[in-house]
């Protein structure tokens, strides 16, 4: 083989070299910043880690916890990675430290990896950063007691009573007319209007909750806590009970002589003992019988709305008051779920 087949040789084989040997990524670039260097004991210290690595990578986010020494971690927050140069992506992760004892202190190095495409891992870490730290309280031998450096007496200048008095008259008028003001929009101000009566508030209530609650979830559980608070509230606003602060015991007392009966009274009773087995003891509700119940509270409701009849003539003798077991009602109340 001559010199020239040497030379060819030689390419070929440096050839196959560079084709077989693994594509290296640049190693990640790490820098750490802190806005502060000396602070006393608790202050914040803004502490920013930044890493810039190759985009055909994956880098593996560093624990912190409690690894940075004698610093305590107050706030951890990580921002989104970007493209920062062509081919190279930037991590950052923002802490809020703060140290608790004196002197000069470390913050320790983080320590991560990234991971390349074949699965290669290359661990990197970050420089320690020094701080001093002062102490709050005064320094030993310093003697608290001494009053020192007080300013020389104030200096007020010429008292000029005319000009305050000035003032004084134009604060007293502005003061006045703002009371006047106030106290004719006072006289005419409109009262606010009425509260909604009781049939009103519960049956909106009972539309809402059938839109947010799912009567079967978690047993009826919740179902039944919102489905007893609007009938213990109509019961209190409509015939003037507490039962809202009251036990389901003293409830049922109170229903032996409610003003109302065709039943409901029994039904009432009955709707209780369910309830609270459903929602203390943890036992589900039949298949349907949330519903049912909502049913019965929406008919109740509808079935003791007061009848509010026409003004009687002067020759006429005016109705009886109406009663809870009067027919249902006239008034009609959309309550469409």
């Known amino acids: 083989m001559g010199v020239r087949g040497s030379r060819q040789a030689v390419a070929l084989l440096l050839t196959i070299l560079l084709h077989a040997a693994p594509a290296h990524a640049d190693a990640p670039s790490i820098s750490v910043a802190i806005d ?5 004991v608790g202050d914040p210290i803004n502490y920013t880690l930044s890493v810039q690595y190759d985009s055909t990578q994956r880098l593996i986010a560093p624990a912190v916890g409690n690894t940075l020494g004698k610093v305590q971690v107050l706030k951890d927050s990580t921002l989104p990675v970007e493209p920062s140069v062509p081919g190279r992506k930037l991590y950052r992760r923002q802490l809020r430290l703060a140290a608790f004892e004196t002197g000069s202190i470390w913050i320790a190095a983080i320590h991560g990896e990234t991971v390349d495409p074949a699965g290669n891992s290359t661990p990197w870490q970050s420089d320690s950063l020094q701080i001093s730290v002062a102490s709050v309280l005064a320094d030993a031998g310093t003697d608290t007691t001494d009053i ?3 300013k020389e ?4 200048p010429e008292f000029r009573w005319w000009l305050w008095t000035l003032v004084a008259l134009g604060l007293l008028a502005i003061g006045a007319y703002f009371w006047l003001r106030r106290r004719k929009q006072l006289a005419v101000a409109v009262p606010p209007p009425p509260p909604p009566p009781a049939w009103e508030t519960a049956l909106v ?3 809402t909750m ?8 978690d047993g009826g559980r919740l179902w039944y806590f919102r489905l007893s608070e609007i009938l213990r509230r109509y019961f209190d606003q409509r015939y003037g009970w507490a039962t809202i602060d009251e036990t389901t015991t003293e409830v049922m007392q109170r229903l032996e002589s409610a003003p109302f009966d065709d039943g409901h009274q029994q039904r009432a009773q009955e709707f209780f003992q369910l309830a609270d087995r459903v929602r203390y003891a943890r036992h589900p509700a039949n298949v349907g019988r949330p519903e049912v119940d909502w049913e019965w509270i929406q008919q109740f409701v509808r079935s003791t709305i007061p009848v509010i009849s026409a003004v009687p003539a002067a020759n006429e003798t005016a109705p009886s008051e109406p009663t809870a077991t009067e027919p249902p009602p006239q008034r009609k109340v959309d309550v469409t779920a």
């Open 153 to 156: 007496p104030y200096q007020a």
């Open 205 to 207: 209530s009972l539309r």
């Open 36 to 40: 502060k260097q000396s602070v006393s």
């Open 148 to 150: 020192r450096g007080l």
């Open 210 to 217: 059938r839109q947010e609650i799912d009567p079967e979830a």
